[in-house]
């Protein structure tokens, strides 16, 4: 019964999700401040949904079991995909007799705020829905009664009730609409009251049947329509199938706590921070970084060390001078360093500290804490990795120099695959809806029809890519600087073309996420009522002028299942390196340069007008011809939407993160040194397969 549960609505990546509606006060808007008071939660009897019966319950929340931290994310329709949809804050959370109420605070440098803020200002926007977490409760069945917490409590007959005695608040969402029928803007709040004082749980229609109950002290629910019978043996294999999901929930979210906790051990982590990653949701490698920016801010701040008789530095100097012995030009270490000191600190670092050994940097980290280097050399760089200013220093130039070299490394995925953001390593369902039917004309009082839709999908799914490296003892003494000026930037273009070979590596293995079918045929993908195909049937043909032209025309006549046009305008054409200059001079010509290989007609000859050059793009991918890769060719080339109009092949970047996270450790015991470990949050999967394959 104490398990704790967290569940959102309206987020398919975790489905389980609570959520709670109210309403926003409306005479507590504040102009100056951009924040307006809201109910965001009574103790009003409301429909959740139960894992362990799997089934709708009624549930209370009790205000004598709330608890909540001093701030709460604001978002969009509880969307926490991206911190895109944050559209503010709610602070100031304090209970109100049987109400929660909480000031909303909306930001003022965002679109999205804007937004949110004008339509509250305009009263449009009225309703709040909070995300909250249940730790403790206890279930009535139906038509039973009982004690909770010296209140009395009666299910209604047909449904159980759930009596939360403690839940923590997560977020809260501004949304159209909201579920909790007494909790509304202060204005239009008028709660019936009975002689104890408490608020009376009741819709208007079964007021009468509450009140019954009232005199004898118990709070009512709500009473429902029967619902209709469900065959015993369904409904206990689906709670059969729940009840072991949600086990292995459980125990899942068990070994997460415990692998926290693990990882906080011997760093004099505070228990309050450990327990707040826990609370948060935070994966293993997320609470880590937590860890290591509080060992960071907690070490010392430092002070400057003289370098000559008129010049200090500090650890950020000593990071810029890094950033310049590994071989980035001033000016890129400006922008890498950034801060409005990042040129005058670059300048000074350039001049004073471009020729100090990493032994000298080593002594400077020491002195920049308060404490006097030792002269011996091992001595020294021991004392120096156990500084916090050169973790910090080391740190930040390994992480701006592996980032330099992912967004260095040539991408040609990002020109025709669309870019996911999934929340953990689950498969998250990509809905590709295919609606069929057409808008109908709506007579007077018609009534609109809706569209049917085919249930095709694909999952994307993130997976982890990692490797340790170190800088060590004898990389000191030799004065090697090689880690940040060619391993760095190594590592971080290697992390790109981690992604570039999960993309690449779907396209040529020609199959959708569920293994079996294949992306590049007519016959896997017809309607359910025939076999006519609904995709333009694909043909072998080699890259030429006539070829490409009739490429083109099988593409603009791919049709949905009811065979209608997708209306989808072919943007990129992919080929290997061996296809390059064809590919070119079919797409950047004008007019024809040389006479198109295998071409009759007139219009394939040099120097005749080239008919299909407008509007393509030429993408150049050596993956594609490498022997390495199941499914390559010389001779292959393919044609691609804009992923702005179709999904195409999907990335997906857990939380998204595009790019290598650096985590930073100590060697141990056995070795002096410092150890990085670079991760990588990425996963690729065909979604749509409207393409061509030549």
Same mark, same amino acid.
């Given at each position: ?21 109210? $309403? ?6 504040? !102009?100056?401040?951009?924040?307006i008071d809201a109910v965001i939660a009574t103790e009003e009897a409301v429909l959740a949904w139960d894992v362990n019966r799997w089934e709708p319950v009624l549930e209370i929340l009790r205000m004598d079991g709330v608890s909540f931290p001093s701030q709460v994310p604001l978002l969009d329709t509880h969307d926490r995909s991206s911190i895109r ?13 049987? @109400? ?78 909201? #579920? ?45 329509? $029967? ?5 015993? #043996? ?13 086990r292995a929930a459980v125990e899942a979210e068990r070994q997460r706590s415990a692998a926290i906790r693990t990882a906080a051990e011997g760093l004099e982590i505070p228990t309050a921070t450990v327990e707040r990653c826990i609370a948060e949701g935070m994966d293993v490698t997320r609470a880590q970084a937590e860890f290591l920016t509080h060992v ?47 040129? @005058? ?23 920049? !804490? ?67 039917? @057409? ?242 949050? $990425? ?12």
């Open positions: 019964m104490n398990n704790p549960i967290y569940m959102q609505r309206n987020l398919p990546v975790d489905g389980l999700q609570m959520v709670r509606a109210s $309403v926003i006060r409306e005479g507590t808007i504040n !102009e100056e401040a951009r924040s949809n944050q559209i503010g804050s709610t602070r100031n959370i304090r209970v109100e007799g049987t @109400q929660l109420v909480g000031t909303n605070f909306y930001a003022d440098d965002t679109e999205l705020g804007k937004h949110a803020w004008a339509l509250v200002k305009g009263r449009h926007l009225t309703d709040n829905s909070i995300g909250y977490q249940v730790t403790a409760h206890q279930t009535l069945e139906p038509g039973e009664s009982a004690m909770v917490n010296g209140r009395a409590y009666t299910a209604p007959a047909n449904r159980a009730l759930r009596v939360a005695t403690a839940w923590v608040v997560r977020e809260n969402s501004n949304c159209p609409i909201g #579920a909790d029928a007494t909790a509304k803007m202060r204005a239009a709040i008028n709660p019936q009251q009975n002689p104890k004082g408490d608020q009376i749980m009741i819709n208007e229609e079964h007021q009468a049947d509450s009140l019954a109950q009232e005199e004898t002290g118990t709070r009512a629910a709500v009473n429902e329509p $029967v619902q209709p019978a469900i065959d015993p #043996a369904v409904l206990a294999a689906a709670r059969n199938v729940a009840q072991a999901e949600y960071r801010t907690s070490r010392p701040s430092g002070i400057n060390v003289m370098v000559n008789q008129s010049q200090s530095v500090s650890a950020r100097h000593l990071e810029a001078s890094l950033l310049l012995r590994s071989g980035m030009s001033e000016d890129v270490a400006v922008k890498s360093l950034g801060g409005q000191d990042a040129a @005058q600190t670059v300048d000074v670092a350039g001049r004073t500290l471009r020729k100090i050994s990493m032994l000298d940097m080593f002594r400077m980290a020491i002195q920049l !804490e308060g404490r006097q280097a030792p002269a011996d050399r091992d001595e020294c760089i021991r004392a120096g990795f156990s500084t916090g200013s050169l973790s910090v220093m080391l740190g930040n130039a390994a992480n701006k120099m592996v980032m330099k070299g992912f967004n260095d490394a040539p991408e040609t995925w990002r020109n025709w695959c669309s870019i996911h953001s999934v929340s953990d390593f689950k498969s998250t369902p990509v809905v590709r809806l295919n609606a069929l039917g @057409q808008l109908e004309k709506l007579g007077n009082g018609g009534e609109v029809k809706y569209l049917s839709r085919s249930e095709e999908s694909a999952n994307l799914k993130a997976d982890t890519y990692a490797a340790n490296f170190g800088i060590t003892r004898q990389d000191v003494v030799n004065d090697d600087l090689s880690l940040f000026s060619r391993i760095m930037p190594t590592l971080g273009r290697k992390a790109s073309q981690r992604v570039s070979k999960l993309v690449y590596t779907v396209l040529l293995a020609n199959k959708m996420s569920n293994g079996s079918t294949d992306m590049f045929s007519a016959t896997a993908h017809t309607t359910a009522a025939s076999s006519t195909d609904y995709i333009v049937n694909y043909e072998s043909l080699s890259l030429s002028y006539e070829h490409l032209a009739t490429a083109l025309s099988y593409f603009r006549k791919f049709r949905d299942q009811a065979g209608e046009p997708v209306d989808l305008e072919p943007a990129f054409l992919i080929v290997p390196p061996e296809l390059e200059s064809t590919a070119r001079e079919l797409t950047e010509s004008e007019v024809m340069i040389v006479t198109a290989l295998g071409a009759t007609s007139a219009a394939a000859k040099a120097g005749q007008r080239n008919g299909v050059y407008r509007g393509l793009k030429t993408v150049v991918e050596s993956r594609l011809s490498n022997a390495l890769y199941t499914g390559y060719s010389a001779s292959g080339w393919y044609l691609a939407a804009n992923p702005a109009d179709c999904d195409n092949i999907g990335v997906c970047f857990l939380n998204g993160a595009q790019g290598p996270i650096l985590e930073q450790f100590s060697a141990g015991p056995d070795r002096d040194g410092i150890v990085w470990r670079a991760l990588e949050d $990425v996963g690729a999967a065909a979604i749509d397969f409207y393409m061509f394959k030549g």
